[in-house]
């Protein structure tokens, strides 16, 4: 949790994460150190104010081949006086890094927002990322209504693009390339 002035607002923000990962051990001397690392699963999410209480989940594959289709969904349990605003887009997971263009939309009656994305055909990991804006009006006099912002929240979930084998022939009868089936040759 965070505490941050912005003008004459004390904004409060908190962030969570979760990370699956597997190490990769080599044994140097005595010593045991870390040779590379997998992250199977990653997510993180930013939330100021009133977010910090709404339960938001954004759901992509855990992995994917390249150059394919894939759907992303992001669920809001949002209170009833209140009207959400939220975008989902995706970037590779590169550096420096690109940002991608956001595009808000008012969430429909269901609290579920989803957009369709082709992977890239790279091999480069993704991140989904969704942003939301949580907004909340109250009368002001008889005939006006103050709208403002209650809540922000980011979330960002990794999945991983399965490379694309190039390389290697893979054969279904066990024939090696002069037709022996015992996979010797002559």
């Given at each position: 949790t965070a505490t941050d002035t912005v003008g004459d607002i004390q904004v409060i923000g908190e962030l969570y994460s979760t990370a699956k990962c597997v190490y990769f051990l080599e044994k140097t001397g005595s010593k045991w150190l870390i040779s590379?690392?997998?992250?199977?699963?990653?997510?993180?999410?930013?939330?100021?104010?009133?977010?910090?209480?709404?339960n938001m989940e954004?759901?992509?594959?855990k992995q994917i081949g390249p150059n394919k289709y894939y759907t992303t969904s992001l669920?809001?349990?949002?209170?009833?006086d209140s009207v959400v605003i939220a975008s989902i887009s995706k970037e590779n997971i590169i550096y420096p890094q690109t940002k991608s263009d956001d595009a808000f939309r008012k969430m429909p009656d269901d609290n579920i927002l989803e957009r369709v994305f082709l992977s890239n055909k790279n091999n480069v990991?993704?991140?989904?990322?969704?942003?939301?804006?949580?907004t909340r009006a109250?009368?002001?006099?008889?005939?006006?209504?103050?709208?403002y912002m209650g809540?922000?929240?980011?979330?960002?979930?990794?999945?991983?693009?399965?490379?694309?084998?190039?390389?290697?022939k893979f054969d279904d009868d066990n024939t090696n390339s002069e037709g022996n089936k015992d996979g010797k040759g002559k």
């Open positions: 590379s690392e997998k992250i199977v699963e990653e997510t993180s999410a930013l939330k100021y104010g009133d977010a910090r209480y709404i954004l759901n992509s594959p669920k809001v349990d949002a209170p009833d990991n993704e991140y989904t990322v969704a942003s939301v804006g949580i109250e009368p002001y006099n008889e005939n006006q209504v103050k709208v809540g922000l929240a980011f979330i960002m979930t990794r999945f991983n693009v399965i490379p694309e084998n190039k390389y290697i």
